[in-house]
C-alpha cells in the first residue's frame, strides 16, 4: 500500500507528519510525506503523478477546516483524483468538541474518513487496512518517487 501523506498549505507543523510517517511504515505502509505548508495544486499534482492508494491530510493547527473543505474541492475536480481515497486528520478547528459537527460535513463534501485530535492511530490504520485494492491501483508499476 502506498499512502500520499501530506498537511494543509497553512499548517507548518511537521511533528505529526513525521510521527505519522514512522507510524505508517512501521506497519508496512510505503509513505511519501510532503511536508508541512504544501500548496494545494503541489498536492494535487503529486497525487495525479503519484496514484497513491490513499492521501492522508494531517493538521494541527486548527485550520483543518478551512483548508480542507478548499483542498477536497479542488481534489475532487479532478476525474484521475476521484477514486483516490482522501482522510483528514488532527484539529479540524479551535472550538475544541463542538468542532465535531464539521466531521461530518468534511465526509459529505468528500473526505472518506475524517479522524478528529483525539482519534487513535490504529483508527486510520484499520481504515487504511479496509480500503479495497483496486484493479487498476493492483497492476500499476511500482513507480514514483524514492520514499
Not at 49 to 64: E, K, L, R
Not at 86 to 99: M, R, W, Y
Not at 119 to 137: H, I
Amino acid at each position: 500500500m502506498r499512502v500520499l501523506l501530506s498537511s494543509v498549505p497553512s499548517d507548518a507543523h511537521t511533528w505529526n507528519l513525521v510521527f505519522l510517517q514512522l507510524a505508517l511504515e512501521q506497519a508496512g505502509i510505503r509513505v511519501w510525506n510532503l511536508g508541512a505548508c504544501v500548496p494545494t495544486a503541489s498536492l494535487l499534482d503529486a497525487a495525479g503523478d503519484w496514484q497513491p492508494d490513499a492521501v492522508v491530510i494531517s493538521t494541527v493547527n486548527g485550520h483543518g477546516y478551512p483548508d480542507g473543505r478548499h483542498l477536497i474541492g479542488e481534489f475532487r475536480a479532478r476525474p484521475p483524483l476521484r477514486s483516490i481515497p482522501i482522510v483528514i486528520g488532527g484539529k479540524l478547528g479551535i472550538a475544541g468538541a463542538s468542532d465535531r459537527h464539521r466531521i461530518r460535513e468534511m465526509v459529505r463534501l468528500g473526505f472518506d474518513a475524517v479522524f478528529p485530535d483525539d482519534a487513535d492511530f490504529t483508527e486510520l490504520e484499520s481504515f487504511l487496512r479496509g480500503l479495497p485494492a483496486t484493479t487498476a491501483r493492483a497492476m500499476r508499476s511500482e513507480g514514483g518517487p524514492a520514499c
